[in-house]
Each structure stands twice: as C-alpha cells, then as structure tokens.
C-alpha cells in the first residue's frame, strides 16, 4: 500500500507542477489593451494612444525567461492628442507612414527583477530603425486574466521621429513616456504549443 | 483748479494691459492660421502665458479700480455720451476677464494643460472633451472679435474727445508732465 500511495502522490506533484507551468497567459484581449504615450510640447506634457496595434504573448509567470512579446502597432491609427497633431505626425518628418505603417517590438530577453516586476528587452523598430530598448512592467493575475502594466522611454530622435524644425528638442522633447496595459487571458493547457 | 486725473497706478495698469491686450491679439489672429511647426507650438505657449500675465493684471485692475473711483467725466458732455463710455469700459473689463478664462478652458478642453512660462502649472478645470474645446474656441474667438470692435470704438473715442472736443479725457490717462497743458487750461477758463 505503501508503494502505491507514493506512486499516487508522485503522479499528483507531477501533474500540479505541470499544470503550474502550463498556465500561460497568451489569448491577448485587445480591446482591453492600450498603448498610451505621454509627449511634452513646450513643457506641456500631452497625451496620445495607438488605438490599433496587435499583442503576440506567451507569457508563465513561473518561466519569465522563456516568454516572447510580440507587437505590432499600426502608426496610421495614432491619435496624437488633437486632429492638427493627428494629421501632422502620420507625415513624412514623422512617422513616415506611407513607407513605414507600422512599428515593431520583438523581446530577446525577458527576467523577473522582484515581486510581480520584470524586464523586457528587444529590438523595437520604426521608420525602418531598430533600437534596442528595455522596458520594464508588472505581471498580475485577475481572475483568468494576466494583466501587464508597464512602459518606458522612447528617444524619439534614436528613430527620426520628428525630422527637420521638428529636430529642436526644445518645443516637442525628445523623451516620450510609453505606457502599455496588456490583458492576456490563460490559454487552455493543451493548445498552448501551436506555434 | 487741476483736472481730475486718473491714479498713476491705474494709468500704468491701463498702458500696460493695453499693450499687452494688442500684442496677444495681434499673435492670436495670426498663429491659428500657421500650419503645425515648432514655431506655431512656440507662438502659442507665448500666447497662452502672455493671456495669463493680463489676466492677473486686469484682476488688479479690477481690485484698484473698486477701491479708487474714475475721475467724474467733464460735465459739458451729453448724458447719452457717458452712459455709453461707461458700457463701453465695463463691457472691456467683461471682455478682459472673459476671454483669457475662455482661452484657459478652451485649452483645458483640448488636453492641453497651460503652463505658465513652463513651469507653473494652472489646474485644468475641465477634463479633455473634443465639442466642448471647439465650442470655446468659438467662444474665445468671437470674444476677441467682439473686443476688438468695442477697442476701436474706445480709440475713437478717445482721439475725438482729444482732437474734435479738445478735453482732457485722453489726458487724463496719459502719464502726468510737469509743464501744465495750456490746452487743458483754456478748456477750464472757457467752461
Ligand atoms: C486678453 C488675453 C487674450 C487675448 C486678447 C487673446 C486673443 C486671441 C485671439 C485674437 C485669437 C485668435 C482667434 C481666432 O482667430 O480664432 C486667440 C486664439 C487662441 N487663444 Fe487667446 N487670447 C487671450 C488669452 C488667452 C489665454 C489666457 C489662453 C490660454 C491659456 C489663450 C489661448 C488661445 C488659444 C489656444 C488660441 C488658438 C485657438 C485655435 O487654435 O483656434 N488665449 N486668442
């Protein structure tokens, strides 16, 4: 009996440790997800968001260093904070979005640096520029539903963004915050591996 | 007898206020027609700090004009004539407070915070709504509008009261000399 109690228990850590690494959080809800960035005109900080962009997850909370982001933001959709900035940022001294519709994040690495915190860094490229950058975010789970919340910032003139007059630092600043709030749900264990 | 004068601080002030009044208007009219550029962001920070600094001066203005009373108008002028000189100027304090509110709501509307020379910020009032901002930029606009032609009329006044009547009216807020007018004496001795 004794022998078969053990099996029994062995089987059952080995399928609790499984199903602990197998909850991965990668069905990405976009509509409850926004890239929203801070930009400072003349001292005045202004708000804006990518209202299109899609998320490609694979995140489990016990194995940070295996995750993979993935994300693609249509620069076209970009709502700069008023319809004069809409129209003048999607221009070739801008974003350039005729050559360049969109921009791209891809992680290399990603590490837990403390409690629910980690590190994402990778390549982001726009106007044909990759730069490497780091970002960091929090990881909390709400129901079924992983929950990042970070962001970092971006030097705009490192990727052209705003050529020309629009070169001077001092009336559209070169630091832009970029906040992201990427809501992930569990994917169902079995499928996980698809791709 | 010495004509009644208006207080240095008052004709200061109104100097002041006045240039300054012509200044943002003249830099109103003509940045909302630039296209988007560093330049533009510039002209209207400019603007919005300059709407603020008359703002707090017409505010003490306001303040020393309830505390110092204008000199009485000449008596040879018609009823009619003060009533509207009287409108005139507290339809231009209305309008002077009026429209750099506006100006700072509007701005609100439009999430764009204002700044004061970058640094102070002024509390938004009202959250980010895009109707509501273009509702005050009307508001703003047809304010200035409105002053502008009350401005003329002022002016108007003003010149034809210092060259047709040839009173003291303009005089008496231009600053103080030490020569006495021999214009202004006449005026007296005749009236
Ligand atoms: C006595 C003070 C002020 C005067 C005489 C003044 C005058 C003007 C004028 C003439 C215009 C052009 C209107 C048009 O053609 O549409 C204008 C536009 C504007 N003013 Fe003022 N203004 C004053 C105060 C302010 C203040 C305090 C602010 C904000 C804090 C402000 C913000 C603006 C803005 C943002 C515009 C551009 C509106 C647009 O984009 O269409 N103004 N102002």
């Known amino acids: ?38 930009s400072r005109q003349m001292g005045v900080p202004v708000q ?5 962009f899609t998320t490609r997850i694979a995140f489990d909370p016990a194995k940070p260093e295996m995750a993979k982001v993935d994300i693609s933001i249509d620069l076209a959709s970009i709502d700069a904070g008023s319809q004069d900035a809409n129209d003048e940022v999607v221009g070739k001294q801008w974003f350039n979005v005729k050559m360049f519709p969109s921009a791209s994040f891809t992680s290399t690495v990603v590490k837990a640096t403390g ?11 726009i106007k044909g520029k990759a730069v490497p950058v780091t970002a960091t975010f929090g990881f909390k789970v709400e129901g079924n539903n992983g929950i990042f919340d970070g962001g970092f910032t971006l030097r705009r003139i490192d990727f052209a963004i705003g050529e020309g007059p629009w070169a001077d630092l001092s009336t559209v600043a070169n630091e832009v915050q970029i906040n992201f709030h990427v809501v992930a749900a569990a994917a169902a264990p079995a499928p996980t591996k698809t791709k | ?14 100097w002041l206020i006045g240039l300054m009044i012509f200044v943002s208007l003249g830099v109103g009219l003509y940045m909302v027609d630039l296209s988007l550029s560093p330049a533009k962001l510039r002209f209207y920070s400019w603007h919005k ?16 004009r309830l505390t110092h009373a204008a000199p009485p108008l000449p008596d040879p002028m018609p009823r009619w004539q003060r009533m509207v000189a009287e409108a005139t100027h507290y339809l231009l304090y209305a309008l002077m407070i009026a429209i750099p509110l506006a100006g700072w709501l509007m701005s609100s509307a439009k999430g764009f915070q204002t700044v004061y020379f970058g640094v102070l910020p002024i509390p938004d009032l009202l959250a980010k709504n895009k109707d509501l901002g273009e509702t005050l930029t009307l508001i703003h606009r047809y304010l200035n509008y409105t002053m502008i032609a009350i401005i003329c009329a002022h002016i108007g006044a003003a010149l034809k009261h210092h060259f047709i009547d040839k009173d003291d009216i303009l005089r008496r807020m231009l600053p103080e000399r030490k020569a006495s007018h021999p214009t202004a004496m006449e005026q007296i001795g005749t009236s």
């Open chain 1, 1 to 38: 009996m004794n022998y078969l109690t053990r099996t029994f228990v062995l089987i059952g850590v080995a399928l609790a440790a499984n199903t602990a690494q197998a909850i991965e959080y990668s069905a990405v809800q976009a509509d409850k997800s926004t890239i929203a960035f801070t």
């Open chain 1, 48 to 52: 804006g968001r990518f209202p299109k």
């Open chain 2, 49 to 64: 700090w300059a709407g603020v600094t008359i703002f707090t001066l017409v505010l003490v203005r306001c303040l020393w």
């Open chain 2, 1 to 14: 007898m010495s004509t009644p004068r208006y207080t240095r601080v008052a004709i200061g002030l109104h």
């Open chain 1, 115 to 125: 409690a629910g915190r980690y590190e994402v860094t990778g390549p982001l490229t």
